[in-house]
């Protein structure tokens, strides 16, 4: 497993930093962007050694401008009184098109912007921002129920063919 990741690394490009499973659970995912994120000083540093939290985050349209709301980087600890406000919202780096586009989905069809996950990409921190509808609880049933089916479909092809 470990291998197969160092792996996948190498031909992407890309360091996962966090991963927001919880959203694809939450909402139905229509589309991904994948956006950059303006961070200031050791905000950087917070970021790439993983002191971050994102759980109630998401994207909004203000201005023409793309916020990151409820994004909490943990302040840096040699970072003294360099440091920033961890609940900041930070700007996100999109094409003016792109950002027409989304606000349009936002306002007209309900759709929200969730943050899908963290990456390093060439060093740089980059955000997939996700464009989905929120799930219904019989949404959500039907994915568990899937989630089930699959697990036990592997654990009994594991058993056919270990011995």
């Known amino acids: 497993m470990a291998a197969k990741k160092a792996d996948d690394e190498q031909e992407t490009g890309r360091k996962l930093l966090a991963d927001n499973r919880r959203a694809r659970f939450n909402y139905a995912i229509d589309e991904k962007i994948e956006c950059g994120i303006e961070l200031r000083g050791t905000e950087v540093k917070s970021m790439k050694s993983g002191r971050f939290s994102f759980a109630d985050a998401f994207g909004q349209v203000k201005n023409d401008e793309l916020w990151l709301n409820g994004f909490h980087i943990t302040p840096y600890p040699m970072g003294g009184v360099f440091n920033h406000d961890p609940d900041r919202p930070r700007k996100l780096l999109v094409h003016k098109q792109e950002i027409k586009r989304l606000k349009r989905k936002t306002d007209e069809r309900g759709f929200t912007l969730v943050p899908l ?10 955000l997939e921002l996700g464009v989905g509808q929120g799930k219904k609880l019989y949404d959500k049933r039907e994915s568990i129920k899937a989630r089930d089916q699959q697990r036990d479909t592997q654990r009994e092809m594991r058993g056919r063919f270990s011995g």
């Open 117 to 126: 996950n963290f990456y390093l990409k060439g060093g740089i921190v980059k």
